[in-house]
């Protein structure tokens, strides 16, 4: 039987965090969950450890990490959150993932599973599409024995929080995912809860190296 393992969560608010957040609270192969928030989480738990944190700020964000074995970083901004600043939108979307792989590798953690997008690509025009490629090739630089890369199209489930025509484009996501095939079934629209399961299965695994991982494979892993 493999020991149980110690997981940080970074972005449990969010629609994928907060599956993941669940489903190893669940999982009596983590014994202890933490997670880094900047403000408390309405939700107690014996395994459960919040951490308020500055994400700004590296001591307390490198402290607040601490030791475990795994990162999930699940983190991610929208256009409207940060009123068009694209500088604001990186400091989420890029320096804090970059930053918790840093201080993982610092603090020993040997895991590291990072929520992309499909399509990301350090070349593409495409800001958003930008932005998540030069991420994951930042995070792919660091030293840990297993990385993860997950990278869902449409994301399916209920948010906290809502965005102006998103329930539409699920939807009509539902419906053209039935003729997404071959190479173009990694844009189908995937349930946020089969993606955090993806996550945390291949946690369990041995696996070495980066991997990536799209609909079918994380569907896959969702399986098990």
Known sequence: MMPTQIAVVIGASGLIG???LEQLLKDASFSLVKILVRTPLEIEHPKLHQELVDFNDDGDFSNKLGSG???FCCVGTTQKKVHGDKEAYRKVDFDIP???ARFGIENGFNKYFLVSAVGANEQSKNFYLKLKGETE???TEFNFESIGIFQPSILLGARNEKRSGEAIVKKLMKLFSLFLLGGLKKY???DA?????????ESKKSNTGVHYF???SMKDLAKN
Do not use: G, L, P
């Open 98 to 100: 970059v930053n918790a």
């Open 188 to 190: 189908r629209a995937i």
């Open 193 to 201: 809860a089969d993606v955090a399961k993806a996550m945390i299965q």
């Open 18 to 20: 907060s599956q993941v």
């Open 69 to 71: 074995n795994c990162i």
């Open 214 to 216: 799209t609909y079918e």
């Open 137 to 139: 090739n930042a995070i």
